[in-house]
């Protein structure tokens, strides 16, 4: 009786070692409770782990820098380039010549296009909003109040996702006062707000000027001495990618 009792106990063994990982879940002592639970756990356990391992969902609105200016496509921006290096899924939005305040020729600011443009779609993981490089002109707390509204209209539309602001980018080491104002402004408004903050000016992602010849302007920087070249694209999405990664964004998953 012993022996036959080892016998089926061996062969049971044997049939659990031979099947696939999921099935051999319900191979454990006594059978039926073990295998009930693992069952009823599988579906909710299989959705969790896709969602631990799939690309974040990161939408970013922005100006010329983010979607390329004429004769630039959106997949060849910084933006795009530092998705791929972070494994992020990308959506692009904004406009060239646009800002908080700035509309660009009469077109929309931010606000609009983030309506037009993103706010309809399905809610990301995290939006990251760049601006203030075409607003350097407007008072800074007439910027700061309306990166406000757009950053609140997105936590309204899409509970749970995460936020963050980036500054202005410049096209050199140097920008005017009014610049570093608007900056400064939308530096304490991510600071009022509790959201991450990129700041590309202290950074010193762009250093010198194409007219001395000096720091990395000059490789960049295109002649117009304000947009990116093909490599500065690529350099900046490194520089954004670092301070992603430093300030623990890099993998965001939306809340709830």
Same mark, same amino acid.
Not at 7 to 36: D, E, I, N, V
């Given at each position: ?152 209209? @997105?936590?309204? *539309?899409?509970?749970? !996702? =995460? +936020? %963050? ?5 410049? $096209?050199?080491?140097? #920008? ?54 093909? @490599?500065?694209? *690529?350099?900046?999405? !490194? =520089? +954004? %990618? ?5 300030? $623990?964004?890099?993998? #965001?998953?939306?809340?709830?």
């Amino acid at each position: 009786m012993t022996s036959r009792r080892a016998r089926r106990g061996a062969a049971l063994l044997a049939l659990c070692l031979g099947l696939t990982a999921p099935a051999t879940a319900g191979c454990l002592a006594g059978g039926g409770p073990g295998q009930g639970s693992a069952a009823a756990a599988g579906p909710a356990s299989t959705a969790a782990a896709a969602a631990r391992t799939s690309p974040p969902v990161v939408m970013i609105l922005g100006d010329s820098y983010t979607v390329g200016e004429r004769g630039v496509r959106p997949e060849t921006t910084y933006a795009s380039a530092a998705a791929r290096l972070l494994g992020w899924q990308v959506v692009l939005g904004g406009r060239g010549g646009t800002g908080f305040v700035v509309t660009g020729g009469g077109r929309d600011a931010f606000l609009q296009l983030f309506e037009s443009q993103l706010g309809w779609r399905p809610a990301p993981d995290m939006l990251l909003v760049s601006g203030g490089h075409n607003d350097w002109n407007v008072p800074p707390a007439a910027v700061a109040a309306a990166a406000h509204v757009v950053l609140e209209r @997105a936590r309204q *539309r899409w509970a749970g !996702t =995460r +936020l %963050a602001l980036m500054g202005p980018l410049w $096209g050199d080491g140097s #920008p005017p006062q009014r610049a570093l104002a608007v900056r400064d402004a939308l530096r304490n408004l991510a600071a009022q707000l509790g959201i991450p903050f990129i700041d590309p000016i202290a950074g010193r992602w762009i250093t010198g000027d194409r007219l001395s010849g000096m720091g990395n302007a000059l490789r960049y920087i295109k002649r117009d001495g304000t947009h990116p070249t093909p @490599a500065g694209h *690529r350099y900046l999405a !490194t =520089r +954004l %990618a670092e301070d992603v990664r430093r300030l $623990g964004i890099a993998r #965001p998953r939306r809340a709830g």
